[in-house]
């Protein structure tokens, strides 16, 4: 009955929707049709109710299709064959924004929250799991903890196996295997890279359920209770996967000064979209972090391995043969984000080659087993990795009228105006509106700009020959001993902000002079207007390019816990910890006996019981005394210390961010293009106070 009203509804609104979209206004008119829409819209902002929701974004895709309906009607037309060029290109650009803007409105209108489906209480009706952790070059320290953490999983050890497996076929890790009672598995080639290493797994291990955790992953003590009950339920769940937190800062957290105010770039996938996708029963596989059904697998012949993004692939298999996959965002364990701009940038890359390989290879439009909301979801997620060329477009079209006198826009500038600001307000409105915690105003842009020069090339290629490239694997856990700007990543930035630079001072002087030129000031405004607002996101995205120092092993996590502090004097303090990570923890002064008496351990108090580990004083004052771990501890211990570091059951649960605010969201991307300047000129000034550094060899006087 619903099903029926909702089509009779739509079949009586659709012929307005088609004359709002149609109806064409002269400016005037379109300025006061515009403000109505956006005042109205605002007025229903009050409201928080879902069905409200919906009406808005209804509403802002209308004012969106009628601007790109004027665009198509009134502005394609051209005085020459490279005016024509450049304008098609920058209006196909648009077609691209518009429908990426309906795909995400179609994942992100109705997001499914699931609960955790519990565990039965008779534990032997609980299905056999393989935890899986792949593994090529990365080091032992970084695994390590990964291993450690999987043995601290909530699950009756007889149905519980771990495997590490070593694609590198390391001695040491063999070793470590050994050491802390877990299988290991190596194989004679690396072909098809993970996916390859998961299915050769899969030939030696039996467990009706896989768990799959990227070596740099570590999961949570209930990771398992919490994902596994939904497959006693329902026999045709492939597929439950969970957010990929981290607890590193990416490169945009860590070389901004804004970047922990801001949404991390992952959670607006790793919410509002995989939250939609489950809606549609479309939740994608990301590669770890998971629990995938044996049986699935089995069916589709193993991990797929046509692909570089092995995962996406596989959760597309699952779905075309008809098994049910399940999102559940509970950030259930954590990893280390990409430490560097360009490792960052080379990760993107295989992302979009891959996404772009299904494309071409597998394309979900096409092909039997798919609905048709699950269709659009992939074709989201494949055709958001096109972004770069528009986006290149989007940045540098200013300059064609600015610097070359090519008018690529056929029409006045208040008319352009009058229907792109609805459509451009509406869209930012009630984007802020539906994914505000996830993602702030304006910031995608940055990302995408980030990478957009360096995906030109890899997604072309790939379109074209889908089956070229190789699998890489992602850098880890690294250092930086001292802070650089990164030129070579951000050098095409740097040559269009440049371009864009000259275009606007060209702009000003037309503007000024324009009776001269011949030129219309309002065009002119508007495409200095345009070439401003560009140069000011390129130049926040080269901010980013300004790496910062890196000199901890080891990521501290605020946590409160008790501790007692154990002097060599033999006198014991009661205190808490400030923070904590695998490699020494910050502890409140209880009174001032630190400043004369050493400190020989620590006790963690737990729940469970306490864990003792001998440590060493590094720092400390009157509010704080900075202990460092002794690194030499033994495995059992630092088992224990993973539990309470990285694997307690709310480790990740952290309140939500604020609700974004548009203007304070571009407020920030105004202080990161300040901070870029202002900090270029501090390190130049620090650096010419500087004096000379003396050659040793020639202080004593040698040669």
Same mark, same amino acid.
């Given at each position: 009955?619903?099903?029926?009203?909702?089509?009779?509804?739509?079949?009586?609104?659709?012929?307005?929707?088609?004359?709002?979209?149609?109806?064409?206004?002269?400016?005037?008119?379109?300025?006061?049709? =515009?403000?109505?829409?956006?005042?109205?819209?605002?007025?229903?902002?009050?409201?928080?109710?879902?069905?409200?929701?919906?009406?808005?974004?209804?509403?802002?895709?209308?004012?969106?299709?009628?601007?790109?309906? %004027?665009?198509?009607?009134?502005?394609?037309?051209?005085?020459?064959?490279?005016?024509?060029?450049?304008?098609?290109?920058?209006?196909?650009?648009?077609?691209?924004?518009?429908?990426?803007?309906?795909?995400?409105?179609?994942?992100?209108?109705?997001?499914?929250?699931?609960?955790?489906?519990?565990?039965?209480?008779?534990?032997?009706?609980?299905?056999?799991?393989?935890?899986?952790?792949?593994?090529?070059?990365?080091?032992?320290?970084?695994?390590?903890?990964?291993?450690?953490?999987?043995?601290?999983?909530?699950?009756?050890?007889?149905?519980?196996?771990?495997?590490?497996?070593?694609?590198?076929?390391?001695?040491?890790?063999?070793?470590?295997?050994?050491?802390?009672?877990?299988?290991?598995?190596?194989?004679?080639?690396?072909?098809?890279?993970?996916? =390859?290493?998961?299915? +050769?797994?899969?030939?030696?291990?039996?467990?009706?359920?896989?768990?799959?955790?990227?070596?740099?992953?570590?999961?949570?003590?209930? %990771?398992?209770?919490?994902?596994?009950?939904?497959?006693?339920?329902?026999?045709?769940?492939?597929?439950?996967? !969970?957010?990929?937190?981290?607890?590193?800062?990416?490169?945009?957290?860590?070389?901004?000064?804004?970047?922990?105010?801001?949404?991390?770039?992952?959670?607006?996938?790793?919410?509002?979209?995989?939250?939609?996708?489950?809606?549609?029963?479309?939740?994608?596989?990301?590669?770890?972090?998971?629990?995938?059904?044996?049986?699935?697998?089995?069916?589709?012949?193993?991990?797929?391995?046509?692909?570089?993004?092995?995962?996406?692939?596989?959760?597309?298999?699952?779905?075309?043969?008809?098994?049910?996959?399940?999102?559940?965002?509970?950030?259930?364990?954590?990893?280390?984000?990409?430490?560097?701009?360009? @490792?960052?940038?080379?990760?993107?890359?295989?992302?979009?080659?891959?996404?772009?390989?299904?494309?071409?290879?597998?394309?979900?439009?096409?092909?039997?087993?798919?609905?048709?909301?699950?269709?659009?979801?992939?074709?989201?997620?494949?055709?958001?990795?096109?972004?770069?060329?528009?986006? @290149?477009?989007?940045?540098?079209?200013?300059?064609?009228?600015?610097?070359?006198?090519?008018?690529?826009?056929?029409? #006045?500038?208040?008319?352009?105006?009058?229907?792109?600001?609805?459509?451009?307000?509406?869209?930012?409105?009630?984007?802020?509106?539906?994914?505000?915690?996830?993602?702030?105003?304006?910031?995608?842009?940055?990302?995408?700009?980030?990478?957009?020069?360096?995906?030109?090339?890899?997604?072309?290629?790939?379109?074209?020959?889908?089956?070229?490239?190789? %699998?890489?694997?992602?850098?880890? =856990?690294?250092?930086?001993?001292?802070?650089?700007?990164?030129?070579?990543?951000?050098?095409?930035?740097?040559?269009?902000?440049?371009?864009?630079?000259?275009?606007?001072?060209?702009?000003?002087?037309?503007?000024?002079?324009?009776?001269?030129?011949? #030129?219309?000031?309002?065009?002119?405004?508007?495409?200095?207007?345009?070439?401003?607002?560009?140069?000011?996101?390129?130049?926040?995205?080269?901010?980013?390019?300004?790496?910062?120092?890196?000199?901890?092993?080891?990521?501290?996590?605020?946590?409160?816990?008790?501790?007692?502090?154990?002097?060599?004097?033999?006198?014991?303090?009661?205190? +808490?910890?400030?923070?904590? #990570?695998?490699?020494?923890?910050?502890?409140?002064?209880?009174?001032?006996?630190?400043?004369?008496?050493?400190?020989?351990?620590?006790?963690?108090?737990?729940?469970?019981?306490?864990?003792?580990?001998?440590?060493?004083?590094? !720092?400390?004052?009157?509010?704080?005394?900075?202990?460092?771990?002794?690194?030499?501890?033994?495995? #059992?211990?630092?088992?224990?210390?993973?539990?309470?570091?990285?694997?307690?059951?709310?480790?990740?649960?952290?309140?939500?961010?604020?609700?974004?605010?548009?203007?304070?969201?571009?407020?920030?991307?105004?202080?990161?293009?300040?901070?870029?300047?202002?900090?270029?000129?501090?390190?130049?000034?620090?650096?010419?106070?500087?004096?000379?550094?003396?050659?040793?060899?020639?202080?004593?006087?040698?040669?």
């Amino acid at each position: 009955m619903k099903k029926t009203l909702f089509w009779l509804l739509v079949l009586v609104l659709s012929p307005i929707a088609v004359l709002v979209v149609i109806t064409p206004m002269d400016s005037q008119k379109q300025y006061i049709f =515009g403000l109505l829409s956006i005042g109205i819209l605002f007025v229903m902002g009050f409201s928080k109710n879902r069905s409200v929701s919906v009406i808005m974004v209804v509403t802002s895709l209308l004012m969106s299709t009628r601007y790109m309906y %004027f665009r198509l009607t009134q502005t394609l037309h051209f005085n020459s064959t490279i005016e024509a060029i450049l304008g098609m290109g920058l209006f196909l650009a648009e077609v691209y924004i518009w429908v990426m803007l309906l795909l995400n409105y179609l994942q992100t209108v109705w997001p499914l929250k699931r609960e955790i489906v519990p565990l039965p209480d008779d534990m032997s009706k609980w299905p056999t799991v393989d935890i899986y952790i792949p593994s090529y070059n990365e080091p032992l320290e970084v695994v390590r903890d990964t291993v450690l953490a999987a043995q601290c999983i909530d699950y009756p050890k007889d149905k519980l196996k771990i495997y590490l497996l070593d694609d590198g076929k390391r001695n040491e890790f063999a070793v470590f295997a050994a050491d802390v009672g877990v299988g290991y598995i190596t194989r004679n080639d690396n072909k098809h890279a993970k996916a =390859g290493n998961l299915n +050769h797994a899969m030939t030696l291990t039996h467990g009706e359920l896989i768990c799959v955790f990227d070596c740099d992953h570590v999961a949570t003590r209930v %990771f398992l209770q919490a994902t596994v009950g939904g497959f006693l339920n329902d026999p045709m769940l492939a597929l439950v996967q !969970t957010p990929h937190y981290f607890y590193s800062p990416d490169p945009f957290e860590r070389n901004l000064s804004v970047g922990r105010n801001i949404p991390n770039e992952g959670m607006l996938f790793y919410g509002p979209i995989q939250q939609g996708n489950d809606n549609w029963n479309a939740t994608f596989f990301c590669g770890s972090c998971a629990v995938i059904r044996r049986a699935a697998l089995e069916q589709i012949g193993g991990f797929a391995v046509e692909t570089v993004t092995e995962d996406a692939h596989t959760a597309l298999k699952f779905q075309r043969l008809g098994w049910k996959s399940a999102f559940l965002d509970i950030p259930l364990a954590a990893g280390l984000a990409t430490e560097r701009l360009v @490792v960052h940038v080379i990760q993107r890359t295989r992302w979009a080659r891959g996404m772009t390989q299904i494309f071409r290879l597998d394309n979900p439009l096409l092909g039997r087993g798919l609905t048709f909301q699950q269709r659009l979801c992939y074709l989201s997620a494949m055709l958001y990795y096109q972004f770069a060329l528009p986006r @290149v477009v989007f940045v540098t079209a200013p300059l064609a009228y600015l610097l070359f006198n090519l008018n690529i826009i056929y029409s #006045s500038a208040s008319l352009i105006v009058s229907y792109a600001l609805p459509h451009l307000f509406l869209a930012i409105y009630v984007g802020s509106r539906m994914n505000g915690r996830y993602r702030y105003s304006f910031w995608g842009e940055i990302y995408d700009i980030v990478l957009a020069f360096h995906l030109v090339l890899p997604t072309l290629v790939t379109m074209i020959f889908p089956k070229r490239g190789k %699998f890489n694997v992602t850098d880890k =856990g690294g250092l930086l001993d001292v802070g650089y700007f990164d030129f070579t990543v951000v050098r095409p930035h740097l040559v269009v902000a440049c371009l864009l630079g000259l275009g606007v001072v060209v702009g000003i002087v037309r503007a000024i002079g324009h009776d001269y030129f011949g #030129s219309d000031p309002n065009v002119i405004a508007l495409n200095v207007g345009w070439g401003i607002y560009s140069l000011i996101f390129l130049l926040a995205a080269i901010a980013v390019a300004r790496e910062t120092r890196q000199v901890r092993k080891t990521i501290r996590i605020d946590v409160d816990i008790p501790v007692l502090i154990h002097y060599t004097s033999g006198i014991v303090s009661r205190s +808490h910890t400030a923070d904590l #990570s695998m490699g020494g923890c910050r502890v409140s002064a209880p009174d001032k006996r630190h400043l004369q008496d050493e400190i020989e351990e620590i006790e963690l108090i737990l729940q469970s019981g306490a864990i003792s580990i001998p440590v060493r004083q590094v !720092t400390a004052d009157d509010q704080f005394i900075r202990l460092q771990f002794d690194e030499n501890i033994q495995l #059992s211990r630092r088992r224990e210390l993973v539990r309470v570091v990285l694997a307690r059951a709310d480790a990740w649960i952290n309140p939500p961010r604020p609700q974004d605010n548009p203007f304070r969201s571009f407020a920030t991307i105004l202080r990161c293009v300040f901070e870029l300047f202002w900090l270029t000129w501090k390190t130049r000034r620090s650096q010419r106070r500087q004096p000379p550094a003396v050659n040793p060899a020639q202080e004593d006087g040698s040669l």
